[in-house]
């Protein structure tokens, strides 16, 4: 008798349950109450942790390189201290998809057995713990994508970002939850169900990347790579308050890794790290680039990592909102304090009207489903898995024909000629802006992804980080003052709710020219300094 896709995807989670050891399982007693809305301080304040686990887990990446290479830390006991600390945050937040927990222990031990007999490191990542998202294949293993009909399908091939990593040393331990297809702001599906937001339980890790967020902001990584392809990136870790770099299209490998929309490469999807600091996600990119990619990867550029020079004072274009969703209260202040701190240090800082952008974000949207969505359809039918609300533009569209998909190509083209121009004639170093709507919101309410979503269309580069504001119950009151934007904007600003996201982080994103990402990190450590932030 064939298998339902509801008993499917029951045994599916019920397995992924099964692979944590026993050990590793939160006690019935130390388990906090569904009312625990933060669960972030659970490995600190239980007792279930050791105090060597929560050291390895604690620190900074330099360091924890340095104390495994240097051999006074094992691997083995860092990548079992990081293991149990995404399982309890897979407990606490359904953030995980797969696990490699006996893997990755065995090639910790011969990382150290390496090390003992010749003194030297694999590699730059050696003893590295590394999480990835869902669609990164690993042979073996399954990657869903959230589709109940790819549940034990497992890869017969590795996503080329897995074998540089391995080859650099780096140890795999995890895979991270992601929305159906990779397509929604949310990570939710129909196989693992909804990852929430360690921060509060209530709110949203964002998507598609929410998976990866959701672990990180609970230290139950250092370092995981996501993708992005209208924000999945920078979306999930503003929801967080991390760390990302949206990288253009060839700076970093892509290839054999899986999509809910293959072949669809009007607009390309990229990968990118998610991490605490800044300086965890240049030394990502350094390390990825300087494995020459572009060896295995014929969509990588040879582009090694550049030395840049951005001078002490910008010139950034500031974008108050998009023309299409005024962004709610918290990301509003959050925005006047970033740019009255930047002016006093001595920025110039200008107005930048987001012409274009409404094209840009329709264009986007279009794209996706230009198939009448067929892809999403296709992966759906073997199990006859039902599409979720959020999909139903899949279900609804209308293929459009080759004819029609050139002629929108082709005005995005003239689109990013156009905005280019634009750019230059400005003399601009950057763009400030939000990087959503939102400091985060309660599931289901996430909507509008065009702060983000314009800059795929450009294929330009882009940090989101965490700008030292946090939302604000009293200071972010409800009324804007001002007319809707849009019949979205007006849902939007009806939804917000200042007591949901009070003590959140609010995240802003930098945005720099296509393929200028030792740009925009840099301009990212300069805005950071003029914030007072430290780096």
């Known amino acids: 008798m064939t298998r339902s896709w509801q008993d499917i995807a029951k045994a599916k989670r019920a397995a992924l349950l099964e692979s944590i050891p026993a050990e590793w399982r939160i006690p019935t007693d130390l388990m906090p109450p569904e009312s625990q809305l933060d669960v972030t301080g659970f490995p600190q304040e239980s007792g279930f942790f050791a105090e060597d686990e929560l050291k390895y887990t604690s620190t900074k990446i330099p360091e924890l390189l340095q104390q495994i290479q240097s051999g006074k830390w094992k691997a083995v006991d860092v990548t079992s201290a990081f293991c149990k600390r995404a399982a309890v945050c897979h407990e606490l937040t359904?953030?995980?998809?797969?696990?490699?927990?006996?893997?990755?222990?065995?090639?910790?031990?011969?990382?150290?057995?390496?090390?003992?007999?010749?003194?030297?490191?694999?590699?730059?990542?050696?003893?590295?713990?590394?999480?990835?998202?869902?669609?990164?294949n690993i042979i073996g293993k399954d990657s869903t994508i959230g589709f109940v009909s790819w549940v034990d399908q497992p890869a017969t091939?590795?996503?080329?970002?897995?074998?540089?990593?391995?080859?650099?040393?780096a140890v795999l331990y995890v895979k991270t939850n992601v929305p159906t297809a990779m397509m929604i702001a949310e990570s939710v599906n129909n196989t693992f169900g909804r990852t929430v937001n360690p921060l509060n339980r209530k709110l949203t890790s964002g998507g598609s990347s929410g998976g990866e967020s959701a672990l990180i902001a609970g230290q139950g990584s250092v370092l995981g790579i996501g993708t992005d392809i209208g924000g999945s990136l920078r979306i999930p870790a503003a929801c967080t308050g991390i760390f990302t770099l949206r990288p253009s299209f060839g700076r970093f490998p892509t290839a054999n890794a899986k999509s809910g929309l293959a072949g669809q490469e009007a607009v390309n999807s990229v990968n990118g790290p998610m991490a605490r600091t800044l300086n965890d996600i240049e030394f990502f990119a350094k390390s990825v680039v300087g494995t020459e990619p572009w060896k295995l990867d014929p969509k990588c550029l040879p582009i090694p990592w550049r030395s840049v020079d951005v001078g002490r004072k910008l010139r950034l274009g500031v974008i108050w909102n998009d023309g299409m969703v005024?962004?709610?209260?918290?990301?509003?202040?959050?925005?006047?304090?970033?740019?009255?701190?930047?002016?006093?240090?001595?920025?110039?800082?200008?107005?930048?009207?987001?012409?274009?952008?409404s094209e840009a974000v329709d264009l986007l949207a279009q794209f996706f489903v230009a198939d009448g969505g067929k892809s999403v359809k296709e992966i759906l039918a073997p199990v006859d898995e039902p599409i979720r609300e959020e999909m139903l533009p899949y279900r609804d569209a209308t293929e459009i024909g080759v004819h029609a998909l050139w002629q929108l190509q082709a005005k995005r083209t003239k689109l990013c000629k156009d905005y280019l121009d634009r750019w230059t004639q400005a003399g601009l170093d950057g763009i400030l802006c939000p990087t959503t709507p939102f400091a985060?919101?309660?599931?289901?309410?996430?909507?509008?992804?065009?702060?983000?979503?314009?800059?795929?269309?450009l294929d330009y580069s882009a940090v989101s980080f965490p700008c030292g504001i946090e939302a604000d119950k009293q200071l972010d009151n409800a009324k804007s003052g001002t007319e809707p934007l849009s019949q979205v904007d007006a849902q939007i600003q009806a939804e917000y709710n200042a007591e949901a996201v009070h003590g959140m982080p609010v995240s802003l994103q930098l945005v720099a020219n296509r393929l200028e990402e030792e740009k925009v990190v840099a301009m990212t450590r300069v805005v950071l300094e003029g914030l007072g932030i430290a780096v």
């Open 94 to 136: 359904n953030c995980l998809s797969e696990t490699l927990f006996p893997e990755a222990l065995e090639r910790a031990k011969a990382l150290d057995d390496h090390l003992q007999k010749t003194g030297k490191p694999v590699g730059p990542l050696h003893g590295l713990p590394i999480s990835l998202k869902d669609n990164f």
């Open 157 to 169: 091939y590795n996503t080329v970002m897995v074998d540089l990593l391995i080859k650099a040393g």
């Open 326 to 357: 005024m962004p709610t209260p918290p990301v509003r202040r959050a925005l006047k304090h970033a740019v009255d701190k930047l002016q006093q240090a001595g920025h110039d800082l200008v107005e930048w009207k987001p012409e274009l952008h």
């Open 440 to 457: 985060t919101v309660e599931h289901g309410k996430f909507k509008h992804v065009g702060y983000t979503g314009v800059f795929n269309i």
